[in-house]
Each structure stands twice: as C-alpha cells, then as structure tokens.
T-cell receptor, first 117, second 112 residues
C-alpha cells in the first residue's frame, strides 16, 4: 500500500527566510500526482502546489517550489521569503490509482510551520 | 471552479446517538467524492470514497457509513456514535481527472 511520511512534526522559520519541509512516499506506481496542502487555523485545506510524476521539471508557484526526486521517492516543499501568513499545518499528499474510479488521495501526518517575526 | 459545502460545521452528540454529515458539490459533474477524518497527530485518514451514485468504497472498518444518493451529494452517517468517533471530518472531491482534490470547510464532531 502507498504511504506518505512527513518526518518533521514541527518546523520554525524566521520571517523572510527560507524553509524546506520534507516528504517521502512509497509506491510501485510510475504515474501519479503529488501535492502540498496548507491548513491554516481555520482548518480550510488549501492546495499549495502540485507535481505530476512524469514531469521532470519541479513545480513552482510564486514563493513555493518543490524538489521532486522520483527515484528517491522524495517530494520536499521550499518556501522562500517566509511570511507570517505562511504559518499553518502543511500536508504532503499522494494520488494513487491509474484510472478514473481508482483515484485515492493519501496524506501524511503533517508538519506544523511556525513563522517567527 | 469546484466548490464543496459541508454541514453542520460543529456538533456535539451523546454516545449512542445517530449522525448525519452532509456534503454537496457545485461547479462540476460526476466528481469523485471522499470523506476524511483528521485526528490530532495522525493526518487525514481516508474513510470512504465514491465514484458515482450509490457506489461507496470503505477504507477503514468502523462504526460509520456513507451514501451518495445524488451525483453531487455525499453523506456520512452513523446509527450509534462512539466516543472514538470524535474528530474533524472533511468532505473532498475531484473532477474525476485525479489531478486535484478540493475540500469542504470541515465538521467538528464531539461525542460526549
């Protein structure tokens, strides 16, 4: 079964600095999606960034970028120029299944990010 | 864009009472729908998913059940709640393409 592991329960970063959140996953599939979701105190889950496994180029969304290492099954999130509003729980997720009707989204346990002023 | 509405937002129920959480989807047809439970320190646990009306797959044997009476309606139920059913429940859906999952606002359930 596919699993997603986030080994950092909590991280802290100084405002305007850069932080990297780690995620590893286990799968035997070759085609899949990976995601990072942000959950602020409101508990609303917000998509931060998405990576398609067959694309070698790392995804980027403004201050957020990923380091996708397919062979190592690693998918880390880098937040540049950290802002107070980035403080939240961050979840790494993996979409399993090859065909519509088989898709399941598996989440890690999350990393709580604190941003220090 | 796809929007997911979920209610009630908060509820406190006694042990042994029934439960019904409802989720509706706007902005897409034939979505895949999902119920997750979020417990402290355990991330999001997938409970049920549905690919169409009346089609429910259960991921975790438990005291809960799910139903999909309409294409864009997904319901989480229990006949008799247990203390261990307490938690934050999230409804989610994708457009069937499998490239993004969207979430509702969540429901806090406290069983007392």
């Amino acid at each position: 079964a596919q699993t997603v592991t986030q080994s950092q329960p909590e991280m802290s970063v100084q405002e305007a600095e850069t932080v990297t959140l780690s995620c590893t996953y286990d799968t035997s599939e070759s085609d899949y999606y990976l995601f990072w979701y942000k959950q602020p105190p409101s508990r609303q889950m917000i998509l931060v960034i998405r990576q398609e496994a067959y694309k070698q180029q790392n995804a980027t969304e403004n201050r957020f970028s990923v380091n996708f290492q397919k062979a190592a099954k690693s998918f880390s999130l880098k937040i540049s120029d950290s802002q107070l509003g980035d403080a939240a729980m961050y979840f790494c997720a993996y979409r399993s299944g090859r065909f519509p009707g088989t898709y399941k989204y598996i989440f890690g346990t999350g990393t709580r990010l604190k941003v220090l002023a | 864009s796809q929007t997911i509405h979920q209610w009630p937002a908060t509820l406190v129920q006694p042990v042994g009472s029934p439960l019904s959480l409802e989720c509706t989807v706007e902005g897409t047809s034939n979505p895949n729908l999902y119920w997750y439970r979020q417990a402290a320190g355990r991330g999001l646990q997938l409970l049920f998913y549905s690919v169409g009306i009346g089609q429910i797959s259960s991921e975790v044997p438990q005291n809960l059940s799910a139903s999909r009476p309409q294409d864009r309606q997904f319901i989480l139920s229990s006949k008799k709640l247990l203390l261990s059913d307490s938690g934050f429940y999230l409804c989610a859906g994708d457009r069937g393409s499998g490239n993004t999952i969207y979430f509702g606002e969540g429901s806090w359930l406290t069983v007392v």
